[in-house]
């Protein structure tokens, strides 16, 4: 973060608020799936910085610890990569409600060492028969005489459901040939860096950097078209669910995800929003100019001025630390 405009920030939000703004604010906790973590925690920067009603906060867990803390009224909303299940809904009743925020791929990945070697494309019946056990060593696939080491998600999160129903063919499948387990997408990410012959599968964003290879499945590269438009067979979709009626805070928070700051904080992050962000920009603007021919606004009062250009710097803080 670039520490003078963070530091200026941090100075207009307390001099808005007399100093301690958290304080006359409605709280609105927010956990659940790491995948969706990193687009929730860029778009509460810049949602708690541009109003003054409401804090979000953000933490991980994975979608079913989401799921379960909204029933339990111990968090607002939950981030989810999948959607809820029918034992979510038997075990905790049907008041769960859903909100698209964005598109994502789960992308099967692989050591660079492995990837440079030559594995670039697999099938889906080759990464099943991987996590299957069946294929143990890089040889059998095209690449050097090395056990492969398989890396995949822990029960509960959202991100192994798709891939096993997708992949091995159903949600509780067992995959025997898996050596290790990680508890998040930044896990499986480490897992494959710091190896020379592993195979995992992770969110779309964790993967953009150029730190793993990216695997071509059936033919079809990973990309945010092929994602969106559906090509690629492990696009899925990211929600976030409250549980009966969302609170003020919450239903602020989803409104500002879904629209257009929101959804330019989803394409930053490398995710693939619901729809241009451009194009959302510019509906946007059409609508303010249409305000105005109808009258000139009212002044805005000093708190809210000064948190409108704390906004406008937490955007660009957004953008700073995801090109640091």
């Known amino acids: 973060m670039n520490k003078p405009i963070s530091i200026l ?7 808005a608020a007399g ?9 609105a906790a927010i956990s659940g799936s790491t995948t969706v973590l990193p687009l929730a925690e860029g778009g509460g920067e810049v949602f708690n910085a541009e109003q003054s009603e409401y804090r979000v906060t953000v933490t991980g867990g994975g979608t079913g610890v989401g799921m379960k803390n909204i029933a339990q009224k111990t968090s607002d909303i939950s981030m989810a990569s999948r959607e809820v299940t029918a034992d979510e809904i038997s075990q905790f009743g049907d008041q769960f409600q859903e909100t698209l925020i964005a598109y994502d791929g789960i992308v099967i990945a692989v050591s660079k060492e492995i990837y440079e070697a030559g594995v670039t494309a ?11 056990g069946e294929i143990g060593n890089w040889k059998d696939l095209g690449g050097p005489d090395e056990e492969i080491l398989v890396a995949a998600r822990e029960m509960g999160s959202g991100t192994r459901d798709t891939f096993n129903e997708d992949i ?3 949600k509780k499948a067992e995959t025997p040939g898996v050596s290790t387990v990680a508890g998040s997408n930044a896990e499986i990410k480490t897992a494959l860096t710091g190896s020379d012959k592993a195979i995992g ?8 950097d150029g730190s793993v290879g990216l695997i071509t499945l059936e033919g079809v590269e ?14 899925r979709k990211l ?7 969302a609170s003020p805070g919450a239903q602020a928070f989803i409104d500002f995800m879904t629209g257009p700051e929101g959804q330019m904080v989803a394409e930053e992050y ?9 194009a959302q920009s510019a509906d946007g603007a059409a609508k303010e100019a249409e305000s105005k021919q109808a009258g000139p606004a009212e002044p805005a009062p000093g708190f809210d001025a000064a948190f409108a250009v704390a906004g406008l710097l937490a955007v660009a803080l957004v953008f700073l630390k995801r090109r640091s």
């Not at 490398?270 to 451009?278: A, I, T």
């Open 168 to 170: 091995m063919g159903d």
């Open 239 to 245: 929600y976030f669910y409250t549980y009966g009626d």
């Open 222 to 235: 990973p990309t945010a078209e092929s994602i969106k438009d559906g090509s690629y067979e492990l696009a």
């Open 9 to 15: 920030l941090i100075a207009l939000m307390a001099a």
């Open 201 to 208: 599968y992770l969110g779309f964003s964790y993967a953009e």
């Open 122 to 132: 697999l099938t889906r019946d080759q990464v099943r028969r991987i996590y299957a």
């Open 270 to 278: 490398g995710f693939v929003p619901l729809e241009s962000s451009r």
């Open 19 to 27: 100093g301690n703004p958290a304080l006359a604010m409605e709280a």
